[in-house]
């Protein structure tokens, strides 16, 4: 995936008078009236912001060619309405939907000249408002001046955050590329999080009412128990016709994540050797304070705060007479969490926690129960209040479900993907659920717009309740695993066998070899490197990573970002300067969980690899270091190691690659 990653950039880097282009009509046709509303030039500011970040367009030609784009397509605009601005409101769309110019028209009385700069940041007026003030009769030299202005502020505020996307990108791949994909999938999650939300809010009717309609006919030409089935269903007269859809929906595609989850931990590849780096970073990362948040976090999904939550449902359903409903609620608790244990005892899978050997993790029920509950309250709260309020409560118990199923992983009480099996098959669940309430009762209940709140109080002092009596303390940590030990002898002999020829990424793919072996203290390693003219990495700080901006800086002043291995950190970073103040050489040490036994002590041992590294600006004013991929390993692993002061036992060979045994002197 990397490799496919890196040749896209390598591509687009060749191509950039395409790209260009591309950000030239983009910006044009966004602005010209009724194409404007279907081109998504926003979209491509952003992206070419990401690939100037990433180093593969130049900053300034990206502004130049947005602002001349936007520029022109809003003057093709002007030009439209003063040229026919007697015939207009008779050609389409503006004949058929004639209350697209009425907003046009009166946003520029509203606002005057104003409204063109005012316009280009609103999508439904942002190709509509040129046409009126051609229309009305406004100063082709005012209304350049004011789209210029315009333009001007519009390609940075679109542009520029592309560009921190693609730094942070290119920064989160020196660190390991899984990053960059999940980086990249949380943006993606949030911007379509937000565009589909109001795109279905507004939409959903519609489309439903027109669905139902198709396939309602459908259902009456073809009698028999299918199509009585599909009458009811999808009938257009059918007050929950869209609900049925979506649950339907969610049926399908929780049901076969779930199903995939389940293949993969079965076959052992490749989702749980995502589970073991994972699991590896987060504790590598883990700190007292980020204990305690997350361990107040997971109070939302507490065997007490559930069944606050539970108590609360089944009274409010008391009162609303709905007995069904508390059955249906019920059982979605019981059941689940049976079927689970079913699974659980059949897996028989073990959690990361060692403290926590009794119990079986796959699927979760701890992430299923809390999907269980704040999922059917979702969906009782959602046939209750408006649509937003809806698509509100559904994003929020989204987002406590996220929230406690990544503390469960922090804390070793279960993998990832147990986490992602155990949300799959409660979503599906509580979809079934959800599905047979909407069939038995197909009309809608009446509306409860205070019932989010009443819930949200609840929560509130529930958690606060727990918070206050007594702050919330992490689970008991597994015991730091042991080093393996064995002698020097043994390990010169055979035993170096055993520590990995490759750096692996969060899933398991080969990165650059592993050329040494260093049994010391690291204490004695930074003392040696030291004094060989090695420095320790630049921390990653605002000063630090201000430097990425500098217009003139030498590659040893930019921070050395750790890397991972199987998900830890390297612990030991140094470089030293190269050839050139554009290059340097960069040596990181990672634990390599043995240690040689000295007889009256254990003496860690570590692996360790070297990189070259030269600076690049193809759009300044981003700094960026690569690997220099035309250096071999071999050339770099010579240079680098001629400032190494350690006793080289042994030369031996790792599957192709050539592997240093060192001691130091003083170890």
Not at 9 to 15: C, F, P, Q, T
Not at 550 to 565: F, G, I, Q, T, W
């Amino acid at each position: 995936m990397e490799h496919a990653y890196i040749h896209l950039l390598h591509l687009l880097a060749g191509h950039s008078t395409w790209m260009l282009a591309i950000v030239f009509l983009a910006a044009f046709l966004e602005a010209i009236a009724v194409i404007g509303t279907f081109i998504p030039g926003s979209t491509a500011m952003f992206l070419a912001g990401a690939l100037t970040g990433t180093g593969s367009l130049s900053l300034g030609w990206v502004f130049f060619w947005a602002i001349l784009g936007a520029v022109a397509g809003d003057g093709m605009s002007f030009w439209i309405g003063e040229r026919y601005k007697d015939r207009i409101v008779h050609l389409w769309p503006f004949r058929t939907h004639p209350e697209v110019l009425d907003a046009g028209q009166r946003f520029f009385v509203k606002h005057g000249a104003k409204s063109v700069v005012l316009a280009r940041f609103i999508g439904p007026l942002r190709a509509i408002v040129p046409v009126v003030a051609g229309m009305m009769g406004m100063s082709p030299l005012r209304f350049y001046a004011i789209n210029l202005l315009s333009a001007l502020l519009w390609a940075p505020a679109h542009i520029l955050p592309g560009v921190v996307f693609g730094a942070s990108v290119l920064l989160a791949g020196a660190v390991s590329f899984r990053l960059v994909v999940i980086l990249a999938m949380l943006v993606c999650i949030v911007w379509l999080s937000f565009r589909g939300a109001g795109f279905l809010v507004s939409h959903a009717n519609a489309w439903s009412s027109s669905v139902g309609r198709h396939l309602g006919s459908w259902a009456c030409r073809h009698p028999g128990p299918l199509g009585r089935v599909a009458r009811r269903m999808l009938d257009p007269d059918t007050p929950d016709a869209t609900n049925i859809l979506v649950t339907s929906l969610i049926v399908l595609v929780a049901g076969a994540l779930f199903f995939g989850v389940l293949e993969d931990v079965v076959s052992g590849d490749p989702l749980t050797t995502v589970d073991l780096s994972v699991y590896h970073f987060l504790q590598s990362v883990r700190t007292p304070w980020g204990d305690t948040v997350l361990a107040s976090l997971a109070t939302l999904g507490s065997g007490i705060t559930l069944t606050v939550l539970i108590v609360t449902v089944a009274l409010w359903m008391v009162w609303e007479r709905r007995w069904r409903t508390i059955g249906y609620w019920l059982a979605a608790v019981a059941f689940s969490q049976l079927l689970i244990l079913g699974l659980q005892l059949a897996m028989r899978r073990a959690p990361p926690n060692e403290l926590l050997t009794s119990h079986y993790v796959f699927p979760s029920n701890h992430v299923a129960a809390t999907v269980i509950v704040y999922g059917f309250l979702a969906f009782l709260l959602a046939r209750r209040v408006g649509k937003l309020e809806g698509v509100l409560v559904a994003g929020a118990s989204t987002i406590v479900v996220i929230v406690v199923a990544l503390a469960g992983v922090y804390f070793g009480r279960y993998w990832v993907s147990d986490a992602i099996g155990g949300a799959a098959l409660a979503y599906a669940w509580v979809a079934i659920v959800a599905l047979t309430a909407i069939w038995r009762h197909p009309q809608p209940p009446p509306p409860r717009r205070f019932m989010p709140l009443v819930v949200l109080a609840v929560v509130v002092l529930s958690v606060g309740a727990q918070l206050g009596l007594a702050l919330p303390t992490p689970p008991d940590n597994a015991p730091p695993q042991q080093p393996v030990l064995f002698t020097q002898a043994q390990w010169q002999s055979s035993e170096w066998r055993r520590l990995p020829c490759y750096r692996s990424d969060m899933g398991g793919d080969h990165k650059e070899p592993l050329t040494l072996q260093w049994v010391s203290q690291p204490a004695s390693i930074r003392e040696q490197l030291r004094a060989q003219g090695w420095v320790e990495g630049t921390d990653v700080s605002a000063h630090s990573l201000l430097s990425l901006a500098s217009p003139d800086v030498a590659a040893v002043s930019l921070p050395v970002l750790p890397k991972l291995n199987n998900g830890v950190p390297s612990s030991l970073v140094f470089m030293r300067p190269g050839d050139s103040r554009d290059e340097r050489y960069v040596l990181r040490f990672w634990p390599s969980g043995y240690a040689v036994d000295n007889g009256s002590s254990a003496t860690p041992l570590w692996v360790g690899a070297f990189a070259h590294e030269r600076l690049t600006r193809p759009s300044w004013p981003l700094n960026i270091l690569r690997i220099d991929r035309q250096t071999s390993p071999l050339d770099v692993r010579a240079k680098a190691g001629a400032g190494l002061h350690a006793t080289i036992v042994a030369e031996v060979d790792c599957h192709g690659v050539p592997v240093s045994l060192l001691v130091s002197p003083m170890d």
